[in-house]
């Protein structure tokens, strides 16, 4: 059965695409059947380009990639989550609406970026802040990705996610 992950971030334009990307990417190589998307509480509208231009370089299509509202993910007709992981601080403070799981409702956590879009340095400084930005959220996928997520029960899960938070 699919593992549902759903990362958040206001806009959805760069740290929550950076995290569906990457947990995605990660996740076929490994042979996990884990499935990642991506939303936020006001969608821009558009992925950031050097968001884009970081997935491209570690060897990601992007072309089904979009910003969109949470409200996708609250319908009748939405996966099952199992994680709802927030990426960026302003995301982690507002009231999300009510996410349904396979077992009532997925553990939430948080794992906060500073956002790479505001990086210093024109575009090399934007550019080096979405590479390393994507890094540090592949470190974090790949230890989410070590987990007996199948077998785990809700307390172990929140408990191995907080974990990875303060890792």
């Keep these: 059965m699919t593992i549902h992950v759903l ?11 950076l995290s569906e990307g990457m947990l995605n990417h990660l996740a076929a190589q490994l042979g996990r059947d884990v499935k990642a998307h991506s939303a936020g509480s006001a969608p821009s509208g558009r992925i950031n380009p050097f968001a884009v231009e970081a997935l491209q370089n570690a060897g990601i299509d992007t072309a089904s990639y979009r910003s969109k509202s949470w409200d996708e993910f609250t319908g009748a007709d939405a996966p099952p989550l199992a994680v709802v992981i927030t990426v960026c601080d302003s995301a982690a403070a507002e009231a999300c609406p009510v996410f ?21 340095g024109g575009e090399e400084g934007k550019r080096r802040a979405f590479e390393l930005t994507r890094q540090a959220i592949g470190f974090k996928m790949l230890q989410l ?4 997520l199948e077998t785990m029960d809700r307390p172990a899960l929140a408990d191995a996610l907080g974990r990875i938070a303060r890792s």
Aim: proline share 11%; charged share 10%.
């Design 100 to 120: 349904f799981g396979a077992n009532g409702q997925p553990v939430k956590v948080h794992w906060g970026y500073p956002d790479p879009s505001n990086a210093e």
């Design 7 to 17: 990362i958040l971030c206001t806009h959805n334009s760069a740290r929550s695409v």
């Design 145 to 148: 990705l070590a987990l007996p």
